[in-house]
C-alpha cells in the first residue's frame, strides 16, 4: 500500500495534466474555428443577391416582409433602414397619431376605463348584488352552480 502511494500521486498529476492540455487544445480549436466562422460568414454575405440581403435583413430586425417592404428598403438604402430601427423614436409617427387621435379610450386613466367599461365578469357580480341579474343569465348560473356547465353532454356520446 505505501508503495502505490507515489505511484497515484503521478497518476493523478499525470490526469491533471492531460486534462489541462485537452482543454488548451479545445480552447485552440473553437477560436480557429469561431475566426474561420466569422469569415466564411462574411464570404457568404457577399454572395446574396441586393434584394436576398434586405429579405435577410427584413426577417432579423422583424416580422418579415409585407408586400412593398423590399422596395420600401431597396428605395431608403440597408444601412439607413437597420439605423431607423435601432432608433424608432426618429420614425415619424403623425400618419398613425392622426388615426388614433379618435380614439377618446387611449386617452381615458385606468379607473375610468374600467368604470365605463366594466369587465364582464366584474358587470355580472354588480348585476348579481344589486339583484338585477337577466333570468337568462340567472338559469345559466343557476345550472353553472348545480354543475350543468361542467357535466359530460348526454348527445355528446350519440352519432
Same mark, same amino acid.
Given at each position: 500500500m505505501i508503495r502505490s502511494l507515489p505511484r497515484q500521486r503521478a497518476l493523478r498529476s499525470a490526469t491533471g495534466l492531460l486534462t489541462i492540455v485537452a482543454m488548451a487544445v479545445t480552447t485552440l480549436a473553437t477560436i480557429t474555428s469561431g475566426q474561420s466562422m466569422r469569415t466564411g460568414a462574411s464570404?457568404?454575405?457577399a454572395k446574396l443577391s441586393e434584394d436576398q440581403r434586405i429579405l435577410h435583413v427584413l426577417n432579423r430586425l422583424g416580422f418579415g416582409a409585407r408586400p412593398g417592404d423590399v422596395e420600401r428598403v431597396k428605395a431608403m438604402g440597408v444601412d439607413k433602414y437597420i439605423e431607423q430601427q435601432l432608433t424608432p423614436e426618429k420614425i415619424d409617427d403623425s400618419a398613425s397619431e392622426a388615426k388614433l387621435q379618435n380614439?377618446?379610450?387611449l386617452r381615458m386613466p385606468t379607473a375610468e376605463l374600467y368604470e365605463k367599461y366594466p369587465q364582464? $365578469?366584474?358587470l355580472l357580480k354588480q348585476l348579481q348584488r344589486r339583484d338585477a341579474?337577466?333570468?337568462d343569465l340567472k338559469a345559466a348560473r343557476d345550472n353553472r352552480v348545480k354543475g350543468g356547465a361542467n357535466a359530460p353532454d348526454a348527445?355528446? $356520446?350519440k352519432i
Amino acid at each position: 500500500m505505501i508503495r502505490s502511494l507515489p505511484r497515484q500521486r503521478a497518476l493523478r498529476s499525470a490526469t491533471g495534466l492531460l486534462t489541462i492540455v485537452a482543454m488548451a487544445v479545445t480552447t485552440l480549436a473553437t477560436i480557429t474555428s469561431g475566426q474561420s466562422m466569422r469569415t466564411g460568414a462574411s464570404k457568404s454575405s457577399a454572395k446574396l443577391s441586393e434584394d436576398q440581403r434586405i429579405l435577410h435583413v427584413l426577417n432579423r430586425l422583424g416580422f418579415g416582409a409585407r408586400p412593398g417592404d423590399v422596395e420600401r428598403v431597396k428605395a431608403m438604402g440597408v444601412d439607413k433602414y437597420i439605423e431607423q430601427q435601432l432608433t424608432p423614436e426618429k420614425i415619424d409617427d403623425s400618419a398613425s397619431e392622426a388615426k388614433l387621435q379618435n380614439l377618446e379610450t387611449l386617452r381615458m386613466p385606468t379607473a375610468e376605463l374600467y368604470e365605463k367599461y366594466p369587465q364582464p $365578469g366584474q358587470l355580472l357580480k354588480q348585476l348579481q348584488r344589486r339583484d338585477a341579474l337577466p333570468a337568462d343569465l340567472k338559469a345559466a348560473r343557476d345550472n353553472r352552480v348545480k354543475g350543468g356547465a361542467n357535466a359530460p353532454d348526454a348527445s355528446a $356520446g350519440k352519432i
